[in-house]
């Protein structure tokens, strides 16, 4: 039994660690995350799946100061504050506000809200409040595992014709072509400038994964092939059984926000029958 807290009910299972929801079963019995058999459950350890939060940097500390990648949201406890079950659907609201730890990161007062809901789709809203007397620069990410059968056999439709950084190419800016995104092997791109709404094809689950957004205009697409799997203890050859298709706001689209002002960006996953 791990030390985190956690809320379990029919649908939902989130831990308050990171406001980390890590599991996900729509109206219809679809199970949509993945969750790695070799994650960790420890204080300050990210949980490998589900839908980890990316909070205030995307990748690697912007600064090189050593600090964690992908912010440290998804690292600290957040407060649940709200949650209920009814019939139709599970909701719950948590929050994460700046204190002594999070300051000796990054030297900014803020109020992060998630929202969860999860009943015919799964909805989530991510809020920040800049409660400093300064702007700051940040970006927020949904870093969804999305559950498949094999990514061999999986496709992500949307992104044609929008610019994405391929990080599995070292970073250079190219103009996505393709009709779909194929995984052959490593996919590491991160598409700014685009509101496209994805699908992710599934032959192997004969399902269609429909990610919508609002205010979101960056999508992150990644599966870590063979190679770069291998090093990461808590994945291994389980990456096969998903594919990350990331909406938020990062890299291009990181934004400054006033002080007093209020950031919010939402996702949507539904499924269709293939
Ligand atoms: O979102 C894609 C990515 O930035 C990849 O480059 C890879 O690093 C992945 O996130 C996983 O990051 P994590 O820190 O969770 O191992």
């Known amino acids: 039994m791990d030390s985190l807290a956690w ?14 929801v890590t599991r996900a079963q729509l109206g219809n019995g679809e199970d949509l995350l993945f969750l790695s058999p070799r994650t960790r459950f420890a204080e300050g350890v990210p949980i490998r799946g589900g839908i980890p939060l990316v909070f205030p940097w995307f990748g690697d500390d912007p600064e090189g100061r050593g600090r964690p990648a992908h912010g440290f949201a998804r690292r600290v406890p957040w407060r649940l504050v ?20 999070t300051r000796a990161l990054w ?5 992060a809200q998630l929202e ?30 999305l559950r498949v059968r094999g990514v061999d056999a999986c496709t992500v439709s949307g992104l044609s014709g929008a610019r994405y950084r391929d990080k599995a190419k070292g970073g250079v800016l190219v103009t996505d072509e393709a009709p779909v995104v194929a995984f052959g092997g490593e996919v590491d791109r991160t598409y700014c400038g685009t509101t496209a709404t994805c699908t992710v094809d599934d032959p192997g689950f004969r399902r269609r994964l429909v990610v919508t ?3 979101a205009r960056s999508t992150v697409v990644w599966s870590p092939g063979t190679e770069k799997a291998e090093r990461l203890s ?15 706001n990062v890299d291009a689209d990181t ?10 960006c939402a996702v949507g996953i539904g499924v269709e029958a293939r």
Not at 107 to 111: D, G, M, N
Not at 234 to 248: N, T
């Open 7 to 20: 809320l379990r009910t029919k649908r939902l299972e989130l831990c308050t660690q990171g406001a980390h």
């Open 213 to 215: 957004t609002q205010n």
């Open 116 to 145: 969860v809901r999860c009943g015919e789709r799964l909805d989530l809203r991510f809020s920040i409040e800049n409660r400093d007397a300064a702007p700051f620069r940040c970006e927020v990410l949904f870093h969804t595992y």
């Open 234 to 248: 808590d994945l291994g050859d389980a990456w096969r059984q998903f594919v990350c298709v990331e909406s938020g």
């Open 82 to 101: 709200e949650s209920a079950e009814d019939a139709a659907s599970t909701r719950a609201v948590l929050e994460l506000e700046d204190d002594d730890g």
């Open 255 to 264: 934004f400054v926000l006033a002080p007093g002002a209020r950031h919010e």
């Open 107 to 111: 030297p900014h007062r803020f109020r």
